[in-house]
């Protein structure tokens, strides 16, 4: 179904500048003068600036042919609607399934008819259901360009741009224009090598026919059925229809408008791959007794003190990356579910808010508040984006005794989830030194005051696996859990203690390790129930069981971990245990791996990247004791200070 609702978005918003948005005069002798009239016709209209008399623009389009793409947007069809300055309606159709998207002046609405649901935003209702006084007071404004007048006239100069011969579509005469990359404009902007060619009917030079093909498996062509002017259409046409049954969810249109900025952001982001480790350590700022670091190329966050002066830190020394990710979180990956799932995701992250928060520690929320204050993001969003961490699906394990070559314990832990949505540009390794508790390390991203895998000063790891029961929010948020384990647990059973203790959500599994004893067990948690399952015993969701060894994965991936121990076992060391990670045990949205080797603090932490599964990226190996200790490195000024000679 995802793959589904992004084909379908995605071909709805490509024919778009298929769509004609002016009328043009007579025809120039130039295939350059021609697409540039109808670009500018085209701008005038969006900009209202025809002179003439208000017109609705209507178009029905059709993928006729779709070579190399997704099967699901086959026969796809679209109907558009535009009228100057403020209002537009398309709607979709393919592979059974239909939705409409429209704006009427400073409305949006979203409606999917197969799902019974509808969104319809609007200014002068609250932002958030917790701050019932804060009302949207977004104002949309009307359609504008994307880009300049002086950009738009030099498009046609940077494409190659030919004439063919003119053909007939129906009974309507049209220029023929066939669009390529030149060169020079190939090595500018990284683009395709493909070309497009497009059929401008001769009367108005409204498009009739566009192709594109990419040169190797890709070939599409949309279809005008019907392009023409016609009188304004009346105001009601332009308002949402639900049909009967439909659930209509009210919102503020802000929220909707910063997901039409944030999603394409989302599908175009890219992370390159790290390249081979240096040993190289750089302070990069400082905020208090918290500092940022880079080690090996990654980002190292130390955070020192009281709950507010820990967000603070972590607000300043990375501000612009606590905005994005809120913002990827939130209207990017958040909104954009609500249309795949047909729940609107902000009712549904508000109401767990409002039952999960009488349970959080009074700490953690002034940190969560302390940092969206110095990162100048709204408390109430940043704290909605805290919430994220309680969706994962992962696998762990650990091995120790008998399973091992090397007498050491290794707890590998398998993140699962949310892999291109851009949290991997903003993964980030944070050593906590509280002014209550332990020390610990949070393998996590910027933003998150929880954790769902870490590794404290006394040697204990964990991580975590979710289950069922999603919607049991009465309890301690998940990643809050996991937090006191760290800040709270000496040993083991002080970790079962905290976990059993405390009130719960959802169903959870999760494997913790404990380097001082090289001993662990595996957790399934509920609301209601508690279960420890220890190594070498099996349970009939986790049947292999292994003397010395905690397995915790799901299916097939199960299966696979439970092979490669067999295979390797008693000859584990770290390579082979971070082997053990590697795909299919990890699934394709595996963001992150950690491998711990608790006995020693030692931990090795992969991100994924746009090529990798964080299981087959790059590896970076740290140590806590050594991040807790040791000094921090000089300043990059300061050593080019020390190196000229400067005191």
């Known amino acids: 179904m995802r793959r589904r609702y992004r084909s379908f978005v995605a071909l709805i918003v490509l024919t778009l500048p298929t769509v004609p948005l002016a009328r043009a005069q007579d025809s120039q002798p130039s295939a350059r003068q021609i697409l540039l009239k109808a670009l500018t016709a085209w701008a005038d209209i969006i900009e209202n600036k025809t002179g003439g008399p208000p017109q609705t623009l209507v178009a029905n389009l059709k993928l006729t042919r779709s070579d190399g793409v997704s099967p699901v947007v086959q026969g796809m069809t679209v109907d558009l609607a535009f009228q100057a300055p403020d209002r537009l309606r398309i709607s979709g159709a393919a592979s059974g399934f239909w939705m409409s998207v429209g704006r009427d002046r400073n409305d949006l609405w979203v409606d999917e008819p197969p799902k019974k649901f509808a969104v319809l935003g609007t200014p002068g209702v609250p932002l958030f259901h917790a701050e019932p006084g804060k009302l949207d007071q977004t104002e949309i404004g009307a359609f504008t360009l994307p880009i300049t007048r002086l950009k738009l006239a030099m498009i046609p100069y940077m494409l190659d741009v030919q004439q063919e011969d003119p053909e007939t579509i129906g009974d309507e005469a049209c220029d023929v224009l066939r669009i390529g990359m030149l060169p ?49 259409w009346a105001d009601k046409k332009w308002q949402l229809h639900a049909a009967e049954g439909e659930h209509v969810e009210t919102t503020a249109v802000s929220h909707l408008m910063k997901f039409l900025r944030v999603f394409p952001k989302v599908l175009s982001a890219k992370v390159e791959p790290l390249g081979a480790p240096d040993g190289d350590r750089e302070l990069i700022a400082t905020e208090g007794r918290g500092r940022l670091e880079t080690i090996d190329g990654t980002r190292v966050l130390f955070l020192t003190g009281s709950p507010e002066a820990m967000g603070h830190q972590q607000g300043v020394l990375l501000k612009n990356q606590a905005r994005e990710i809120c913002s990827r979180i939130l209207y990017g990956f958040g909104v954009g579910s609500s249309f795949e799932s047909g729940r609107w995701f902000f009712s549904e992250v508000e109401r767990a808010e409002a039952r999960l928060e009488p349970f959080m520690d009074k700490r953690y929320l002034a940190e969560m508040d302390a940092m969206a204050d110095a990162a100048q993001v709204d408390r109430q969003e940043a704290r909605l984006a805290n919430f994220f961490p309680e969706l994962f699906h992962c696998s762990g394990f650990a091995l120790f005794g008998k399973a091992t070559g090397d007498s050491h314990i290794y707890h590998g832990r398998v993140l699962d989830y949310l892999r291109g949505v851009g949290l991997e540009q903003n993964a980030v390794v944070t050593v906590y030194q509280p002014d209550e508790g332990n020390a610990w390390v949070n393998l996590g991203y910027v933003g998150f005051i929880g954790s769902v895998t870490a590794m404290n000063e006394k040697k204990i790891s964990i991580g975590e696996m979710g289950g069922e029961g999603y919607g049991n929010w009465d309890g301690k948020p998940m990643a809050e859990l996991v937090r006191e384990v760290m800040e709270k647990a000496d040993t083991l059973d002080d970790a079962v203690r905290v976990m059993r203790n405390s009130p719960r959500t959802c169903h959870y599994y999760y494997v913790i390790a404990d380097g001082k004893t090289r001993q662990a067990l595996a957790i399934e948690a509920t609301p209601t129930t508690f279960r420890t399952m220890k190594p070498g015993q099996a349970v009939p969701e986790l049947p292999h069981a292994f003397d010395d060894a905690v397995l915790l994965s799901a299916g097939d991936r199960y299966e696979t971990l439970a092979g490669r121990v067999k295979d390797r076992y008693g000859n584990f060391d770290a390579r082979a245990a971070r082997d053990l990670m590697y795909p299919p045990v990890c699934m394709t949205s595996n963001i992150q791996s950690v491998l711990f080797e608790p006995d020693t603090l030692d931990f090795w932490v992969a991100n994924a990247d746009s090529q990798h599964v964080a299981s087959a990226a790059r590896y970076t190996h740290y140590n806590l004791k050594k991040l807790l200790h040791s000094d921090p490195p000089r300043s990059t000024l300061e050593s080019l200070r020390d190196r000229l000679g400067f005191n």
């Open 184 to 232: 020079a404009a190939v090595d500018l902007f990284g683009v395709t090598t493909g070309h497009a060619k497009i059929w401008l009917r001769h009367s108005d030079l409204l498009p009739l026919r566009v192709t594109y093909q990419d040169g190797k498996n890709v070939d599409i062509q949309v279809d005008a059925v019907r392009v023409a002017f016609e009188a304004p």
